[in-house]
């Protein structure tokens, strides 16, 4: 069996992206990441890789038709896919937004963030390969330790 494909959600400004680096290095893995899921499913040279993806899906309709790319390409290429949804605080949230360290192209806009925080559910496959993990109060490193040790839970 291929190795997982690692699945993180949440809303924007949470650090998905951040702790997904701090994964990397938890983990033991490479910095490999590629926008075509089909093109990661079916490489033979990528087969053996550990894929973390990063995103903010609602449990709407439409967004959660997207996912089922993400579900797909695991299938494909014979990997479970594990489910981590990332949550914090309000205030929390806003503050890791306003972060001078956050990348340019990011959302920035605080009344946004709070409409989508106010409006749109989570996605969750609520299989038992999901974790959700507060990371409010959470360093980067404490947070990819919880996913590393859920990893090793699910797999042993």
Known sequence: ??????????????????????????????PERQGILDS??????????????TNSQSSDEVESAAVADYISAAE?????????????????????MLSKHRGKTKLNDVDILRNIRRTDDLFRFRGTAECEIDVTSLSVDAAAHRIANFLTKINS
Do not use: Q
């Open 76 to 96: 494909m290429r014979g990997s479970p896919l594990i489910s981590i949804i990332l949550t914090c605080g309000d205030s929390e949230n806003v503050r890791r």
């Open 1 to 30: 069996m291929a190795p997982p494909s690692i699945y993180i959600n949440g809303y924007p400004g949470i650090g998905k992206f951040t702790i997904a680096k701090g994964l990397l290095s938890d983990l033991r893995l490479g």
């Open 40 to 53: 990661i499913a079916m490489s033979e040279s990528l087969k053996h890789v550990t894929w973390i993806f």
